[in-house]
């Protein structure tokens, strides 16, 4: 179904809907979360708040103004910052268990992998990729963090991309697939 009937649908309360949505966009939106906060947990915890504040806010979207996955990406991303900045110690975050699955193993070595190839960039170029693919922040955001003007460091990102995709053609495949940096609309 097409994503404008659907809203519309959720604009008038169905729940159903809602599902629908949710069964299309849950998947990219936890892998954003979940990149962002490196806590399947949280992760989840915070997919289910965004998807009761889409339910919430719904009548914000206006679909003039962008897609429909990109305002959904957007609640993710500020609700996982505004995660990710709370300092509150008194829950316990940490997995305090004894064993840890070899799925975990896995998944760090993919990432020590990944930091190999990235420490091989040059460090504006490193930073431009950790701003942008790991903690989320937009190009407007970033370009202010690093202190450069926008326009510069959208070249960083370009330079830095190029670089991995002639050095490493395979891993910025990869990269570009576990980021999920590719278009939902």
Same mark, same amino acid.
């Given at each position: ?21 949710? *069964?299309?966009?849950? +998947?990219?939106? %936890?892998?954003?979360?979940? @990149?962002?906060? /490196? $806590? &399947?947990? =949280? ?18 979207? *206006?679909?003039?103004? +962008?897609?429909? %996955?990109?305002?959904?990406? @957007?609640?993710? /991303? $500020? &609700?996982? =910052? ?104």
């Amino acid at each position: 179904m097409d994503d404008s009937l659907q809203i519309n649908r959720l604009k008038s309360g169905d729940k159903d809907a809602l599902y629908s949505l949710y *069964d299309k966009y849950s +998947g990219a939106l %936890y892998g954003v979360v979940l @990149r962002m906060c /490196r $806590n &399947k947990e =949280l992760s989840e915890d915070l997919l289910q708040e965004i998807f009761v504040t889409i339910w919430k806010k719904i009548d914000q979207f *206006d679909p003039d103004k +962008g897609k429909f %996955y990109t305002w959904a990406y @957007r609640i993710a /991303r $500020n &609700k996982t =910052l505004n995660a990710l900045r709370k300092t509150d110690l008194l829950i316990q975050t940490e997995d305090m268990s004894v064993y840890n699955g070899i799925e975990e193993e896995e998944t760090s070595q993919n990432f020590e992998a990944l930091n190999g190839v990235i420490n091989n960039l040059e460090p504006h170029h490193q930073k431009v990729i950790e701003l942008v693919y790991f903690k989320g922040y937009t190009h407007r955001e970033a370009h202010k963090i690093m202190d450069v003007p926008l326009g510069t460091f959208k070249s960083y990102v370009r330079q830095a991309l190029k670089q991995l995709q002639t050095n490493y053609p395979l891993t910025l495949w990869i990269v570009l697939t576990c980021l999920d940096v590719f278009d939902h609309g």
